[in-house]
């Protein structure tokens, strides 16, 4: 596998379900960032994680919860959604930040995975 | 605030056309530029990025962009385009200050007609 992988690229879940989105980047990166990409809407950033620390909530609903265990993976864990949660779901990541602040290189996205939510 | 805009939604050309996709951007100091591409269902692909240097840049596929700090713009070009180039391209921009993150456009749709 190269570059950044993403499963399962389709799902369809109920409002009641508990389902998880896996994402995992052959990179070397150290950064990770989870996007939602609604129809007619710009791409909204989600969370950022860097060397596995999350640094970044957009102010997004705790029905959606990221996991970062390594550089190398990226979970997002969604519960009790609503309809309007349906969206491509992006995963990128980029080569990171250091510990002092940085530069944020260019991101790699992965295919996405297209989410509906019934 | 930091924004990224591309005027225009839609945009159609014929096969073999010249292109020129529009992207302006708003920041504090020269940021960091990017376009990617989507072709539908996919991802988002980079298709080039400007950093500093010379302000013209070559990508993949044949395109190149021109940053020009006086007009606060990064407007993505290509030739002569193909059909394989129907797609939605977004501009980025970001900051090597500290913990910024990339601010995307809102797109542009491209159809190429025969």
């Known amino acids: 596998e190269t570059g950044v992988t993403q499963t399962p690229r389709h799902l369809v879940m109920g409002m009641t379900n508990k389902k998880s989105l896996k994402c995992e980047q052959h990179l070397g990166h150290n950064a990770m960032y989870w996007y939602k990409q609604s129809a007619k809407k710009p791409l909204e950033l989600m969370f950022v994680y860097n060397f596995k620390e999350q640094t970044e909530n957009n102010s997004v609903p705790s029905r959606f919860s990221p996991e970062c265990p390594n550089s190398s993976h990226l979970f997002l864990h969604l519960h009790t959604l609503q309809p309007e949660d349906s969206a491509l779901y992006l995963c990128?990541?980029?080569?990171?930040?250091?510990?002092?602040?940085?530069?944020?290189?260019?991101?790699?996205f992965g295919p996405g995975t297209r989410l509906t939510v019934t | 605030a930091q924004s990224v805009t591309q005027p225009d939604i839609h945009i159609t050309v014929s096969e073999g056309a010249s292109l020129e996709l529009r992207c302006n951007y708003s920041y504090g100091a020269t940021p960091y530029l990017f376009w990617y591409v989507q072709s539908p269902g996919q991802g988002l692909q980079l298709l080039l990025k400007y950093f500093s240097g010379d302000t013209l840049v070559q990508g993949i596929k044949g395109f190149e962009a021109e940053f020009k700090r006086s007009q606060s713009s990064f407007n993505l070009r290509k030739p002569s385009v193909h059909w394989s180039d129907a797609a939605e391209y977004f501009c980025?921009?970001?900051?090597?200050?500290?913990?910024?993150?990339?601010?995307f456009g809102t797109g542009t749709r491209l159809t190429i007609i025969p």
């Open positions: 980025a921009a970001g900051s090597n200050f500290g913990n910024e993150k990339l601010t």
């Open positions: 990128a990541s980029s080569q990171g930040q250091g510990t002092s602040g940085g530069i944020n290189y260019e991101q790699y």
